[in-house]
């Protein structure tokens, strides 16, 4: 099976768009499934999510958030053209498809891909979708998209301020995350929220959202290697029992997620990965003198 890379693009600042040949994945996949990709021979299998699908001719968008090694590679090795090695799925639920009323899907950085063919679909279903997007100012991505797609699109941009250093300024997005969905929560009457994000701002908006006592769903994000429930890196704790986020997942209650665990989890190859990103930096620098 070849994953030929039909297109891909920059679409903001280390936002990359890639739209692949995967007909087995087009043909089924369901909005809030995602697959797992292996780019190269010695590389790691991640986790990404098909953001638009055509069934008939066979492709899917992947939009990755250049974050660590295998997505900072990607974007600087890959070429149109090129093949990925295995795209595997669909893998996960599908998004519950049902008539909620009033929605307001939240999406935190590159989260919003992944909020993307949900809310379209819960739109297109009868529901009354607002989406938000809470982003640093380079990295709006699928604007236009989402205008189209539900019944508000609400955009919140954070400038980066080049006096901080990262950590304090993403410290300033999830404080205006807080006090967005605050306001719209106080003004308007919704049934349900969603979000997809770091799982420090799914707790943070979490925490407001549970004041006014509307249910809520979130997409997690844990660490995962095969995505096909054979290994448990993905296990949460939600309502006191494991599951795995990739097949019990990975959408769950809010409400019922141990939120503190699965923060501690998320940070468990920290080191590592700073160390795997450090080195591709090096060896980059040094194929370039
Ligand atoms: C169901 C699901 C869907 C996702 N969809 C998207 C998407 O559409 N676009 C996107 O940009 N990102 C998505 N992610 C996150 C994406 O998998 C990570 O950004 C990617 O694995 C980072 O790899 P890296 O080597 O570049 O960074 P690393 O340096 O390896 O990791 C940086 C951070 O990424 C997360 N991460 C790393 N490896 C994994 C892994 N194997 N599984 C889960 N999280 C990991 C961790 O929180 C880690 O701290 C998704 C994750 C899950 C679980
Ligand atoms: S990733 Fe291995 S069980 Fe979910």
């Known amino acids: 099976m070849s994953y030929k890379i039909l297109e891909k693009k920059e679409i903001a600042m280390r936002n990359i768009w890639y739209r692949i040949h995967a007909p087995h994945v087009a043909k089924k996949v369901q909005p809030g499934q995602f697959v797992i ?80 063919p949900i809310a379209r679909a819960w739109q297109e279903l009868g529901n009354d979708v607002t989406t938000l997007h809470v982003t640093f100012e380079p990295m709006v991505v699928l604007k236009d998209e989402l205008e189209e797609a539900v019944g508000r699109h609400v955009l919140e941009t954070v400038p980066i301020d080049p006096n ?8 300033n997005v999830t404080k205006r995350l807080t006090e967005k969905v ?77 939120w503190d665990e699965l923060i501690a989890r998320s940070g468990y190859y920290t080191d590592m990965e700073q160390r795997a990103m450090q080195e591709y930096m090096k060896a980059l620098q040094g194929g370039e003198q």
Not at 71 to 91: H, Q
Not at 164 to 171: A, E, Q, S, V
Not at 201 to 230: C, W, Y
Request: aromatic share 10%; proline share 5%.
């Open 164 to 171: 901080l250093d990262f950590p304090t300024n993403m410290k």
């Open 37 to 116: 990709v292996r780019a190269f021979k010695n590389g790691e299998r991640i986790p990404l999510t098909p953001v638009m699908w055509d069934r008939d001719e066979g492709w899917i968008v992947l939009i990755t958030f250049i974050r660590g090694r295998t997505t900072m590679r990607m974007a600087s090795e890959l070429k149109e053209g090129d093949e990925l090695l295995n795209v595997a799925g669909p893998l996960g639920n599908p998004a519950e498809m049902e008539k909620f009323g009033k929605v307001l899907a939240i999406g935190a950085y590159t989260g919003i891909v992944e909020v993307y």
């Open 182 to 258: 605050r306001e719209l929560l106080e003004k308007e009457e919704y049934d349900m929220v969603f979000m997809v994000g770091p799982a420090g701002d799914q707790r943070a908006v979490f925490n407001v959202v549970k004041e006014f006592g509307i249910p809520m769903k979130s997409d997690l994000h844990p660490i995962m290697v095969d995505g096909t429930g054979m290994c448990g890196a993905c296990r949460v704790t939600v309502g006191g029992e494991v599951k795995f986020a990739c097949i019990d997942g990975p959408e769950f209650d809010a409400y019922q997620v141990n």
